[in-house]
Structure formats: C-alpha cells, structure tokens
C-alpha cells in the first residue's frame, strides 16, 4: 500500500471516529448552534424595525433586514461551531487516546484531518439549519443564480476550513476542555464586530477600522452580493485571501504543536 492510501485510509477511519462521537454527543453542537438562531430570531423580531434604519438606501423594515442579517449569521454559526472542534482536540490530547494513537501504525496526520475534515462537514451541516430557519422565517434569495449559489456554498467551506484548523491550533495549546472553549471564543466574538449586524459606514468612526480590517467583513460583504446581489468589489479577493492565509497559518502551527515531543 502507497503512503497516500494509507493517509488516506487512516484519515478516513479518524474521519468516522469523529464524526461518531459528534453523533452520540450532540449537545455540544446543539448548544454552539443555539446562539445563532437565537440572534436571528432576536435581531428579527425585536430589533428588526428600528436596525434596519441604519441600512440607508436599503432600509425596508424587518424584511429588508432579515436578508442583510443572514450572511452574517451564517458566518457566526461557523464561527461557533468550531469552537467544538478545538473542545474536541483539547478532550483528545487530555484524556490519553493521543498517546496510545502515537503507539500505533498509523498515519500520524491522520488525527488531525480526521477532526478538520469533520468540522467542515459539521460546520456546512449547521449552516444548512440555520439557513432553514432563516427561509422559515422569510429569508429568500430569489436572484441569486446556481453559479452563484455554489460559489456561496464554497465559501463557506473554505472559511469553514480556515477557522477549523486555527480551532484546532487552539484545542493543542489548552490544557484542558473548558481552557479551549475560552480560547476559541474569538472566533464567535469577531462576527460581532464585523458588518454582519449593520453596515461598516454606519458604525462610528473610530471602530470602523475594527470591522474592516478582520476576515468576517470581507467574507460577510462576499457572501452578502453573492445571494443578495449587492455589490462584491474587492471583498471576494480579500476573503479568499484570508481564507487561504488563515488556513496555512493554523495547519503550520496546528501540525508543529502535533508533531512536537509530548512532555
């Protein structure tokens, strides 16, 4: 058998693993996802009116405001959800079953794409939910395209992907599971401060650099004229940009914290 094959074959049994245990603790994933709906429903429903004000020209009342609010959400669910994944790594590398992976045969990256590859599904899975929820509600996006639709889709893989192995650099470096969950909160933090709520322009000027200059914005603005068909400028590079710079940056890290002498 070929190295690769046996990556390959290793990962995909790590890949079942995971997503085994996510299957028989779903409260994890539930609670993570709890918080995107419930900011959905109550930027909707109680401040739909009065934030959608601050649209400007696209002011509409709550409809108008539930679809700029969608891509934003969407991105805070991935965001969310993989905090789970560094919860994951951290209980991994604590409770012992790393040590006993190091003892075996097996392909020794194949731990990690096991949980990166699994977050990714579990990531695009949440976002789907949450989408249901936002048609439940009367999110449509009637002039989006296929072409465009599955470019959105990929999108939110890719930032998926990005944010899932900085999760996972994360999960290495935390002592224990509920050190974890704390460090990875900025991944749900920084879509709070992005235009995922109202506009950058609408913000004051001293926090306008904050929103801008993050990878929720751009990611956000892309997602947003690829459903909405709003204007994508420079976004669609910059979040790609970012994507692939987050990406390399947290496997590099992720794999030097892996592969390093346990203490």
């Not at 970012?242 to 030097?256: D, I, M, N, P, R």
Request: aromatic share 8%.
């Amino acid at each position: 058998m070929s190295s690769l094959s046996f990556a390959v074959r290793d990962s995909a049994t790590m890949l079942r693993r995971n997503l085994l245990h996510a299957r028989r603790y779903p409260s994890l994933t539930l609670n993570l996802l709890l918080t995107p709906v419930m900011l959905l429903l109550l930027f909707v429903y109680i401040f739909g009116d009065v934030m959608s004000a601050g649209l400007g020209g696209a002011g509409g009342g709550r409809s108008a405001y539930l679809a700029y609010l969608v891509p934003g959400i969407l991105m805070l669910t991935i965001g969310g959800t993989t905090i789970g994944s560094a919860v994951s790594v951290a209980t991994d590398m604590t409770e012992g079953i790393i040590a006993r992976f190091r003892t075996m045969p097996i392909h020794r990256g194949s731990v990690l794409i096991g949980h990166v590859v699994g977050s990714v599904i579990q990531c695009v899975m949440s976002v789907v939910l949450v989408g249901a929820v936002a048609v439940a509600i009367g999110f449509r996006s009637v002039d989006a395209t296929a072409v465009e639709w599955l470019l959105a889709l990929g999108l939110l893989a890719l930032v998926s992907l990005a944010l899932t192995w900085i999760a996972v650099g994360m999960g290495l470096t935390s002592p224990n599971a509920e050190a974890a969950s704390n460090n990875a909160l900025p991944l749900m933090i920084l879509p709070l401060l992005s235009s995922a709520f109202v506009p950058v322009d609408a913000m004051p000027g001293w926090f306008q650099p904050v929103a801008d200059y993050q990878p929720f914005t751009p990611a956000i603005e892309t997602l947003r004229g690829l459903l909405l068909g709003t204007g994508i400028g420079n976004n669609g590079w910059i979040a790609v940009a970012w994507c692939l710079g987050l990406a390399v940056l947290g496997y590099l890290w992720s794999k030097s914290l892996f592969h390093r002498d346990p203490k």
